[in-house]
């Protein structure tokens, strides 16, 4: 079983979206199992205050170090195998190739942050490694947590329908996807593309690989850069 396992100041958030559709019935099923860990619950003093002012002065708060360490070293092993990650816009950006990795593996550790963010000094102490999303900045880092879960979990053995249907997609090959059509064959004056009526396998083979270098070109010539 391919297992999760989230710190968060908002266990309640989960499994929200992941309990729907696909990622729903594979957790149903045990293709993989989702845990969430209480960061308060380490809180300190009467009201488990788990952040507090920034060092230097600034504005916002951070979660303490010693919060976040005794929260992590309570919820997982010290020789649990699956990589320990810290959702944060100074990560670097998740890549198709990174989910596969990551779903091929024994599961994931997944701290999301809050406010200005975390204490360095766990970073480097409990090995975090910073994932980001994207270039924009979210309120915290359970929703991030999410996309990365889904990610993942499509991709396990029996999750999607075909097996087939995850290796033809936007950048499994380093190009984006060519374009779906299906019934009615002509809608509004738009007719679906003849050679996809044509039952000429290579032939629309051939289409598509044509359509995906096009469209990469046009919206994304960073990916053929390789860059
Ligand atoms: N002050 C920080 C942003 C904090 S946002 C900075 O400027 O870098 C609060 C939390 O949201 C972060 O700790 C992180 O866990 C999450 N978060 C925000 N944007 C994210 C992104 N693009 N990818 C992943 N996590 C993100």
């Given amino acids: 079983m391919w297992r999760a396992s989230i710190f968060t100041l908002y266990p309640d958030m989960f499994p929200g979206p992941l309990g729907a ?3 729903g019935d ?3 099923r045990g ?4 845990e969430t860990h209480q960061i308060r619950e380490h809180g300190l003093g009467r009201h488990r205050a788990v952040d507090d002012t920034p060092a230097g002065g600034g504005p916002g708060m951070v ?3 010693d919060v976040l360490a005794a929260s992590l070293d309570a919820g997982l092993a010290a020789d649990d195998p699956r990589p320990r990650l810290l959702m944060s816009p100074r990560g670097r950006p ?3 190739a990174r989910v596969r990795a990551l779903a091929a593996g024994p599961g994931v550790a997944i701290v999301c942050g809050r406010f200005e963010g975390v204490d360095e000094r766990v970073i480097a102490g409990r090995g975090l490694e910073e994932v980001s999303i994207g270039d924009y900045v979210l309120s915290g880092g359970e929703i991030a947590s999410m996309v990365l879960l889904d990610a993942c979990v499509r991709l396990l053995p029996g999750v999607m329908g075909k097996e087939a249907s995850g290796s033809e997609e936007s950048f499994e090959g380093g ?3 060519y374009p779906h059509y299906t019934r009615p064959r002509e809608w509004e004056g738009r007719e679906i593309p003849e050679v996809l ?7 629309i083979a051939r289409w598509r690989a044509e359509q995906s270098r096009a469209l990469t070109a046009e919206r994304r010539p960073d990916l053929l850069k390789g860059d």
């Avoid at 293709?31 to 989702?34: D, E, G, N, Q």
């Avoid at 009526?197 to 032939?203: E, F, I, P, R, T």
């Fill in 94 to 96: 998740l890549t198709q």
């Fill in 63 to 65: 979660i303490r170090a």
């Fill in 197 to 203: 009526l044509s039952g000429d396998h290579a032939k």
């Fill in 26 to 28: 594979a957790l149903g």
């Fill in 21 to 23: 559709s696909l990622s």
């Fill in 31 to 34: 293709t993989w199992s989702l």
């Fill in 175 to 177: 190009l984006l996807e």
